[in-house]
């Protein structure tokens, strides 16, 4: 008879509490996993669905279309072009180099294009497009996409790049674009996202820097759905951008042709500028150079060439030049010793050649001296003494508060960098900056516009401008943005005699229409169109006593950089002036030689609209001005076409 086994009361208390407990842990797990679920998928059901769909789903930046660039008169001066390019993928081509030598038979490519091109399919993904050739003509496009399908990999492409159609006639004006660098970068303080994208191009000088916003736009975006490895499978959707706004400028390109091309192999500069309302119709800058090299980027070769030129061909003389003004200061000093009381128009000076100040001499240009000068044949034969004598009655400071009056030592409010404030020296100025005291001879150096006196071209267009009108004539290069036409403010009044003006005018009369006059010989025959003008010579080495005692080396028997800067400013009509003209010839010799020829042409293509007739020019000078215009593009002698503007 068997006997039934019972477990102790104890030890089945104990299976039931771990039992219990067991359960509970369960429980407590099931719970936990069951409040996280729910956490997962309804609480922050929102936030995982859109790391998912920043996984799966690239947002990317479309750049925008450029503002286009236009002249006065609607000529497309900066326009968006197409570029035929072809672009290469590792993955799809497999064999690069095989197929770079298939490309090779259709096209030609370079041996330093190949080795880049192979360095960039190195260093990027397999799956992302390398450009192998840009700016293509249309004949080698064309041939590459009809033997497309023989080479694996390679894709013709169609996009948009920048193209300047003028070349290097606008080149300091309008500048270029290239792509972004690392120090572009680091002069914005908050960086548009826009410029990390890998090739895109902002502007590097001219109005294409100084409006870069403007002209930039804004972005699109496009969302794009892309694999495990960032391959692109698909584009969900596309917001398109908005383009850069057009902007016109008050420029010429009529004019400004003719005058770069006036200007020739000259290191010269050449503006011209509406009396009235200060738009500028030229800044012409010679040499020049050809903004589509940089456009993407230009060879190490080409670069060197630019810097190494003495001609400067880099370098806008137009805005950023400072040079001395030399005798075209003149009429300033008139003015000023009329406005003080401290001269009458007819009261005379003796010039014998040269005057003492101390035991510092100080020559006139003419070695015998004029003789009995009063203001108006001062300026007409530019004589030197004059306005040593005058300048010490102003003194310094009360000259300088003179000159700011009429634009010189101010710094123009132009759209383009490095604008040249010049320099109009003050007693107060060389203490602080040369730590030297001022002396007697500063101001007579002064007086003829040499020693510290620095003025640019466009300021001297200014100053000749305010002369002739007698009111504060701001330059202005912008004449619309976006289609938005900027008016011209009223200038106000300078606050100067009609007296003084009138005895100054008729001086600058005289130099380019009287016999003597140190401008005669580039006189203007029409009637209706007179010529008011002022020669000017500066000095660019001292001259010593020795020298002038053996005889002055003239400019043709020195050294090119040795040489004297020619200058000429001038206006007409001189009865109803209309535009204000100034040249600079660096190194050029002789202002009446060298400068006033140049200007005079200039200011008559703007008068006439095309090439003026051979009847405007004195009959001794008819048939070698046919001759020079043979030399001059057609494009630049043409009348401006009617006036507008447009995308292109």
């Not at 070769?301 to 630019?306: A, G, P, Q, S």
């Not at 007693?427 to 150096?445: I, P, S």
Request: aromatic content about 6%.
């Amino acid at each position: 008879m068997s006997k039934k086994t019972q477990t102790p009361e104890p030890t089945q208390r104990r299976f039931s509490r771990r039992g219990v407990l067991l359960l509970g842990l369960q429980l407590a797990l099931v719970g936990t996993l069951a409040w996280r679920m729910r956490q997962l998928q309804v609480v922050e059901a929102d936030k995982y669905r859109l790391l998912a769909e920043e996984n799966r789903i690239n947002l990317r930046l479309i750049p925008p279309a450029r503002g286009l660039i236009f002249d006065r008169n609607g000529e497309p001066l900066a326009i968006n072009q197409q570029n035929y390019r072809i672009v290469i993928v590792r993955e799809q081509a497999r064999d690069v180099e095989d197929v770079l030598n298939r490309l090779a038979q259709i096209v030609e490519i370079s041996p330093e294009r190949r080795e880049r091109v192979l360095r960039d399919v190195a260093s990027r993904a397999a799956f992302v497009p390398v450009a192998v050739l840009e700016h293509m003509t249309w004949e080698d496009f064309a041939r590459v996409s009809a033997n497309a399908p023989a080479l694996p990999g390679i894709s013709p492409e169609v996009g948009l790049s920048r193209h300047y159609p003028h070349g290097p006639e606008f080149a300091h004006l309008v500048g270029y674009v290239g792509p972004v660098s690392d120090w572009d970068l680091s002069q914005i303080e908050d960086p548009d996202p826009l410029l990390q994208i890998p090739d895109f191009q902002i502007g590097k000088s001219g109005v294409e820097r100084r409006h870069e916003d403007t002209l930039r736009g804004q972005a699109g975006t496009s969302r794009i759905e892309v694999n495990a490895v960032g391959r692109v499978i698909r584009e969900l959707d596309r917001a398109e951008g908005r383009s850069g706004a057009d902007m016109q400028l008050t420029i010429d390109y009529g004019l400004q042709a003719y005058a770069l091309s006036r200007m020739g192999e000259e290191s010269a500069a050449a503006t011209v500028m509406d009396v009235h309302t200060g738009e500028l119709l030229a800044l012409a800058s010679a040499p020049s150079f050809d903004p589509n090299n940089f456009v993407f980027g230009i060879s190490q070769r080409d670069w060197d060439r630019l810097n190494s030129d003495d001609h400067r061909p880099m370098y806008n003389k137009t805005v950023s030049g400072a040079y001395p003004p030399g005798s075209t200061f003149k009429m300033i000093v008139a003015l000023a010793a009329i406005e003080l009381g401290l001269v009458d128009p007819e009261e005379e000076i003796f010039c014998n050649g040269s005057m003492m100040l101390g035991n510092q001499r100080f020559h006139c240009w003419r070695r015998g001296g004029h003789g009995h000068m009063n203001l108006r044949d001062s300026i007409k034969h530019s004589c030197d003494i004059y306005y040593y004598d005058i300048a010490q009655r102003i003194g310094m400071d009360r000259l300088t508060a003179f000159a700011n009056k009429f634009g010189l030592g101010i710094r123009p409010d132009l759209p383009l960098p490095a604008v040249a404030a010049g320099l109009t020296p003050t007693r107060g100025w060389k203490a602080a900056v040369r730590g030297e005291a001022w002396q007697g001879g500063d101001t007579l150096n002064s007086g003829i516009g040499q020693g510290f006196m620095l003025a640019s071209p466009v300021q001297l267009a200014i100053m000749t401008a305010r002369l002739a009108t007698g009111r504060a004539v701001e330059a202005t290069l912008l004449r619309s943005i976006d289609g938005r036409l900027i008016q011209p403010q009223p200038a106000p009044p300078l606050e100067v005699s009609e007296r003084g003006l009138r005895a100054v005018r008729d001086g600058m009369f005289a130099v380019s229409n009287e016999r003597r006059g140190t401008a005669y010989s580039s006189r203007i025959a029409d009637a209706e169109m007179i010529l008011a003008g002022k020669t000017g010579t500066s000095q660019v080495r001292r001259i010593s006593e020795a020298e002038r005692r053996a005889g002055v080396f003239r400019n043709e028997d020195l050294p090119w950089n040795r040489r004297d800067h020619a200058l000429f400013v001038g206006y007409a009509p001189y009865d109803d002036p209309k535009y204000a003209v100034s040249v600079v010839v660096e190194h050029g010799g002789s202002g009446s030689a060298a400068a006033a020829p140049i200007a005079r042409d200039i200011l008559m293509r703007a008068l006439y609209g095309g090439l003026p007739p051979l009847e405007a020019y004195p009959p001794a000078l008819r048939e070698e001005i046919e001759e020079q215009r043979r030399s001059i593009p057609a494009s630049s002698t043409a009348p401006p076409r009617s006036a507008g503007s447009g995308r292109a």
